[in-house]
């Protein structure tokens, strides 16, 4: 057995390199790498399966120590779980791990990912790299079987969100937005990433939760079969005006001098009826998981993202007032909602000048 520490997370014991991320987007220490931090990142996992309520192969593409693989093994019924890693350090952490937790629903692999999506398929592949996930999206899907469940995080958060654009142009052949969209705009990349290579393999995608969280972007989807789909989920990608100056912001399935952002995934983040089926009881992080449940089953689907109310306040020059009192007196002229990307960010359907007047109108500073 290796050396380490055992942490719990869920229901579930871990053992860990000693030496390992704690806070952060995460770095590798050693030879085989863990981030405690993504415990919350693991909890959905568990949340999400849970929710779908019936028997799954998993595979953990990159496991490392084989934490997500053994939680979701361990908590999620009904579950036969591959933990593969190319590292035959890390396979002799995911070894220990099934151990510890006297699993028999859970095998590992020290295989290149790649080879093994080649021979084997799965109900449900969640591929969680070092990085970006470009280099192993189209394995993946190699390896969902038909109506297949795919989940891909993302780490390279500096260029999805548009702090190295040339790098975003490069991995992800997209125009990343920066500003108050920036991390909205990151997580849609990543969504039209997926829906490019899945129509590809004449398959199209159904999202059942996106979200953003500690440095990292993260999506699943329901994979819908044959080209029809493939082409309706294409339809969905579109480019982003978005004029700093005057917060005009608008969205073309077409490039052009104006809507020269993008292309972005403009359908629906989430699907409502899975997130009604989710709880946070019994997780690593039950109240974090519940404010995010929250957040996800309120958020409202607009094709100009999201405004925030730090946006809004400089544009109009006036002090904000406070969040949810906001939300709730735009409720009375529209639909409005906070939004899970940040604290001070909001979606809504009422047009930009209506809101700026609204805005105006509810300031702390207005003479009332």
Known sequence: MPSGVVIREGATDILVPSDHSIHGPGTIKGS?????????????????LRALDRNLTVADAMAATGSRSVRIA???PGTEVVAN?????????IDANIELNALSNCRSSNRNMHSLFAEESFDYVDLDPFGSPVPFIQSAIRGCRRKGILAVTATDTAPLAGAHAVKCRRRYQSEPVRGYMCHEGGLRILMCTVARELAKFDRGMRPLLSFYADHY??????????????????SRLGYLQYDTETLERSVSPEKDAVH????????????PEILSRMSHLGLSDERRSFKYLNLWR????????????????????????KIDEFMEFLNGHGHAA?????????KTDIPLRDLLSLYREFSPDAVR
């Not at 981030?35 to 949340?47: G, H, L």
């Not at 020269?260 to 699907?271: A, E, I, K, N, S």
């Not at 899970?340 to 909001?346: E, I, N, T």
């Open 74 to 76: 361990n908590e999620v």
């Open 217 to 234: 972007f993260r999506t699943y989807v329901q994979i819908v079969e044959g080209a029809e789909a493939a082409d309706s989920a294409l």
């Open 298 to 321: 309120g958020e409202i689907d607009t094709e100009v993202f999201v405004y925030d109310m730090s946006e809004l306040s400089s544009h109009v020059k006036m002090s904000p007032p």
């Open 260 to 271: 020269r952002y993008g292309p972005f995934w403009t359908g629906p983040l989430h699907d």
């Open 32 to 48: 085989v790498f863990f981030n405690e931090q993504m415990a919350f990142n693991r909890d959905v996992s568990v949340m999400l």
């Open 338 to 346: 906070k939004s899970h990307v940040s604290p001070s960010s909001f």
């Open 85 to 93: 890693d190319i590292s035959p350090e890390a396979v002799s952490f």
